[in-house]
Structures are given as C-alpha cells and as structure tokens.
C-alpha cells in the first residue's frame, strides 16, 4: 500500500539504546525548523525521552500517541507545540506499554500509525500546520510500534554510536526493513545512517566510521555527530542542544545534518 500524505515521514530506529536516537529526532527536527521547515516527531517510545527533552511535562500530555493507535484520537488533537517556532510534538506516555498487546489480533495491528497519518487534515485556523517532515521516534527495540513506525514511512534513518558491535546491530535492523519491504510497506527505503557519538580521541571511533562507510557507501551521512557533553544536558532543561548552546559541537553538527538531509531530498525529489 502506498504512503498518501503531502509530508515526508522519516522513521528513526535502531534495536540498541543508548546511541542517540531520541537526540538525534529532538536536534534534527529543531535544526530543520531553523531553516523554515514545519517538522513533527511523533513520540513512539513509552519511556517518552523525546516529549520530556522538549519540555513537555507529563501531566500536560491530554492526548498520547498511545490513543493515536488506540483509534481514540486524531493526530491533530495530539499535537502540543514546543518552544521552537514551526515544531509540534505527539507525546508518548506509559500508556504505549501495554498498547502492544491491546491490538496484537487487530488486522491493522501495524497500519495503525500509518492510518493516522494519512487521516490528518491541516488547518492553520484550528492550529493544524501542513507538515513538511514528521520524525517518529521509536522504542529501541523491534516490536510492535516500530512496525507501525516502519509502515507509515517513506524511509528509515539509523543513528549508529560509534563503538564495536555498530554494524552486528545494523544487520539486523536492514534485515528487520528487508522484511517490513515485503510484508507491509514496499516503499520504504533507508535515507541514511548517521554516526554518533564519534570520539576523535579513540582510534576505534576511527576505525567504526571506516568500517561503515565501506560497508555502506554512499547511504551514510557524510556528518558525523561528535560525543559532547551539551548535547547530553540539554535535554534536562526540556530544551533541543540548539536551543540550549547553538555554538556546541553537537549543535552545529545537527544543523550540518538537517541541511544534508535537505539537498538528499532535493536529489530525490529530482529523480
């Protein structure tokens, strides 16, 4: 089935925790609403990292993500906006940790992220903006809700840390999106692989970056994200890292990225 909304849905996955994805969807996200993109992140994860590093606390979460897949809610009711201009949040809660086994018989158990999407309606007078991407950022894990992830996007973007076992878990991610291919969404393709938390002071930082690249090509972002302490706080503040210090390692190299991503799709787009 194809993909019918007007805007680019990116799914950020990776099985292992802990190498940056939800840092990567905060700061992405900003870092494209800085450049006059209208961005959402859907919060897929139950632990919520995503809705909390943008300052949205937990009692104000009305509506989750979790009566998004429900069918309870419209994704228009779920949207909160953060403190940057152009970026709208669907915060996740606990809720989404027992939704797997609410709808596990459902025969649209995987479609139901997909089907909110392509159900939204912008409209401005109702505080409803026409997104240009939406990023869903997904549990480190491969259940349920990332299915539902993988399903309602065009194309899959993996942050991968830059430490010894990196291309063992991307294996078994492709082979994860090789089956999501031939089973619920044919058109979903992988955009890139970012690496994270690149230390210039390890020789084996070095030698992942090499090893990837080889293995990968041309399908990883030439900007590497650096390990950097502000990047590691900002989300205690309930702020993006771009918000929090602009001039930061980490913050210039996410704007790097998101200006990156931008002449990708561009490319695409031509093609």
């Known amino acids: 089935m194809s993909i019918r909304t007007a805007s680019r849905v990116l799914t950020i996955a990776n099985q292992k925790g802990g190498v940056g994805k939800t840092t990567t969807a905060i700061n992405l996200a900003t870092a494209l609403a800085a450049i006059e993109k209208t961005v959402l992140i859907v919060d897929l994860d139950p632990q919520g990292n995503a809705s909390t590093g943008l300052g949205i606390d937990r009692e104000s979460r009305d509506t989750s993500t979790a009566d998004l897949l429900r069918g309870d809610s419209g994704l228009g009711d779920a949207l909160v906006k953060t403190a940057v201009p152009r970026f709208y949040v669907a915060p996740s809660t606990l809720d989404l940790l027992g939704l797997e086994m609410e709808i596990a018989d459902a025969p649209d158990r995987a479609f139901r992220l997909k089907k909110v999407i392509e159900e939204y309606i912008p409209n401005t007078s109702e505080g409803k903006p026409a997104f240009d991407y939406i990023l869903i ?58 690496l994270t938390m690149f230390d210039s002071r390890n020789n084996l930082s070095d030698q992942v970056v090499s090893d990837v690249r080889e293995f990968m090509g041309s399908k990883v972002y030439d900007t ?16 993006p890292a771009i918000l929090y210090d602009l001039k930061c390692a980490g913050s210039q190299a996410y704007l790097r990225l998101a200006s990156e991503i931008i002449r990708k799709e561009k490319r695409l787009s031509a093609a």
């Open 137 to 194: 950022d997904c549990p480190p894990s491969l259940n349920l809700l990332t299915i539902n992830a993988m399903a309602a996007a065009h194309a899959l973007l993996v942050p991968l840390q830059c430490e010894f076992f990196a291309l063992e878990g991307l294996s078994q991610l492709l082979e994860t999106m090789k089956q999501v291919r031939e089973t619920v969404n044919p058109e979903l393709g992988l955009h890139g692989i970012v």
């Open 224 to 239: 590497v994200i650096p390990r950097n302490v502000r990047l590691s706080e900002a989300p205690s503040y309930g702020k």
